[in-house]
């Protein structure tokens, strides 16, 4: 099975601090995502990567940036923590150009900024 | 662009009640479709696809029909059970990343 860890359940966080999340897939996927889900409005792309270093903004990439360094792992980075930044992120990972794949998710970092 | 509308919530069934939630969407060429469902506390997880217009998914009793036609994917359940409750969400990937646009969800409370 494959399984996609997220390094925390929770976190939490002061405004303006640089906050990391991070993302690991052990199935050897070449797509990997970030989302963020908030009641009522569903799940919104923050950025994919698909391939190593390679990176592509979603629908809502402002205030956000990525590291794909290696394969495996992904980082969401949030440069300056916004208290509009509250919210659930999900990480996911797919098989490379493959449209009809589905998605295979991370249980979700819960990430409060106070 | 693409987009995806779902019926709103919760939806509150009592058990062995049927279970029908809409998704209708927008998208140019031909997408794929799924329904994810999301436990509480867990990740989204596949509950079905349907990658042509006509493709039947179906799993865990759960069924939907990609109806080109009416640009629908509805998810229909004959007889819920109080483990169904979640939150589901419907999505179209449109592109060869497969990226998923998702609806909003809709969140499901099965009584016994």
């Known amino acids: 099975d494959v399984k996609v860890t997220q390094s925390s359940r929770y976190l939490v966080k002061r405004t303006g601090e640089k906050v990391f999340l991070e993302c690991v897939q052990d199935?050897?996927?070449?797509?990997m995502f970030w989302y963020r889900q908030d009641p009522g409005l569903g799940l919104r792309l923050i950025y994919f990567?698909?391939?190593?270093?390679?990176?592509e903004k979603g629908d809502i990439p402002e205030g956000y940036s990525v590291s794909r360094e290696k394969k495996e792992r992904f980082s969401l980075i949030l440069e300056s923590a916004s208290t509009n930044q509250t919210s659930m992120y999900l990480c996911?990972?797919?098989?490379?150009?493959?449209?009809?794949?589905?998605?295979?998710f991370g249980n979700g970092t819960r990430l409060t900024v106070t | 662009g693409d987009s995806v509308t779902q019926m709103e919530g919760p939806v509150t069934l009592s058990e062995e009640a049927f279970l029908t939630i809409n998704c209708t969407y927008t998208?140019?060429?031909?997408?794929?479709l799924f329904w994810y469902v999301q436990y509480p506390g867990e990740g989204l997880q596949l509950l079905l696809k349907?990658?042509?217009?006509?493709d039947k998914g179906s799993n865990k009793g759960f069924e939907a029909t990609y109806r080109k036609e009416t640009t629908s994917f509805h998810l229909e359940k004959g007889s819920v059970q109080v483990s169904d409750s979640a939150v589901y969400f419907c999505?179209?990937?449109?592109?060869?990343?497969?990226?998923?646009?998702f609806g909003a969800g809709t969140q499901v409370v099965v009584t016994p």
């Open positions: 996911a990972s797919s098989p490379g150009a493959r449209p009809h794949s589905p998605l295979h």
């Open positions: 199935m050897d996927h070449e797509n």
């Open positions: 990567s698909y391939d190593v270093k390679m990176k």
């Open positions: 998208a140019t060429g031909y997408p794929s």
């Open positions: 349907a990658t042509k217009a006509d």
């Open positions: 999505a179209l990937s449109g592109d060869s990343w497969g990226k998923l646009q």
